[in-house]
């Protein structure tokens, strides 16, 4: 073995980043639950001992807390007053939940996937699946607070006007179908932007559902929006406007019978949007950091979820353009195109 020392110094130092980053994870979450964040953000430069009387925490550990924030960039100290701060940018992305950068959410994700490792690593061993139901309830809520704000930013804005013709149709009065509706985030704010338009979320997972009828409740959009539990494949409703699946068509064990199911169930003249991770068509195009992300959260969430229904075909968060419109061209759609894109999310429409 012939090891370049320049080359195992620059690998050590991407391990010690990694670790950090992986020591911070269980770090931010705290900050997010204690509200620490948000006190920061609306009081200013504060010592370790006023910040900890605001919030109602131990001074010791906060201090040390603290310092690990400001070691990893996610807190700025003024060395002068021994004082702690969030400039514009931290504050923007860890206290502000209507921010489109808003990023607890994704620790949230983080510290469920490693409540889940045991079962997956006995996955590997055995090939079977893990459900979705079956994470740790960090999954549910973490990953709600992670998309809505990207879908807060773009579905109304930029996603939904990019599809043909169809946002004149929901001005107007049309149905919409939210298929993989989760908390129900993706529904309210299609039902608060076209509020002459019907919308009916569905998703499989019973405690979910339940929790999208509280959350439209809550916006005022309980009238406007009905929840069901029902999979990509069974889901109610003919002479859908417009059927969505957010971030989850990759989840689906068998993801060309729900493209056959959405073909049915959709208008002459609809269109089914999907919303799927960011990718290339090759893995050499998705080794880049957000290729990572998207691969690690679907060897710990999306494969297993997938291998656990019927079919299992586990096409992975980084199936890529090509091959997902294979699928959903499986289904019976003849056109499918890409309608939009951010750096994390592509958005393909396909009609008949």
């Not at 702690?84 to 996937?113: C, H, K, M, R, W």
């Not at 879908?151 to 929901?170: C, F, R, S």
């Not at 129900?184 to 559902?209: K, T």
Request: some cysteine; overall charge neutral; aromatic content about 10%.
């Amino acid at each position: 073995m012939a090891v370049d020392p320049d080359k195992l110094n620059a690998f050590m130092g991407k391990f010690v980043g990694d670790l950090g980053a992986g020591m911070h994870a269980a770090l931010a979450v705290m900050g997010d639950r204690l509200g620490l964040y948000k006190a920061m953000a609306a009081a200013g430069p504060q010592t370790s001992s006023e910040l900890a009387k605001k919030t109602g925490t131990s001074e010791r550990y906060l201090r040390e807390w603290l310092n690990a924030m400001a070691a990893g960039g996610y807190v700025s100290y003024d060395g002068a007053g021994n004082k702690y701060f969030l400039n514009d940018e931290q504050a923007f992305t860890l206290a502000d939940e209507t921010s489109p950068a808003y990023l607890p959410g994704a620790f949230q994700v983080i510290s469920a996937v490693f409540a889940s490792a045991p079962k997956i690593a006995d996955a590997f061993k055995s090939g079977s699946g893990v459900g979705w139901h079956e994470h740790h309830p960090d999954l549910f809520v973490g990953t709600e607070r992670f998309f809505r704000p990207n879908y807060a930013a773009n579905l109304v804005t930029n996603w939904i006007p990019a599809l043909e013709g169809i946002e004149a149709k929901l001005k107007k009065g049309g149905k919409i179908a939210d298929v993989g509706c989760g908390h129900g985030s993706s529904s309210i704010l299609m039902a608060q932007a076209y509020p002459n338009s019907e919308v009916v979320g569905f998703d499989y997972h019973p405690a979910s559902i339940e929790t999208a009828k509280e959350r439209a409740r809550g916006a005022g959009v309980g009238n406007r929006t009905r929840f069901e539990v029902a999979s990509a494949k069974s889901f109610a409703g003919q002479g859908y406007d417009l059927v969505t699946f957010f971030d989850c068509l990759h989840d689906m064990g068998d993801p060309a019978g729900a493209a056959k199911h959405v073909h049915q169930s959709l208008a002459q003249d609809g269109s089914w949007m999907v919303v799927e991770p960011m990718a290339g068509d090759t893995v050499e195009s998705n080794l880049n950091p957000v290729g990572r992300v998207f691969y690690s959260a679907s060897t710990m969430i999306c494969c297993p979820a997938s291998k656990a229904q019927e079919v299992g075909l586990a096409l992975g968060a980084q199936a890529g353009e090509k091959r997902l419109t294979e699928v959903i061209k499986s289904g019976g759609f003849k056109h499918v195109r890409r309608a939009a894109e951010t750096p994390f999310n592509l958005i393909l429409e396909a009609r008949r």
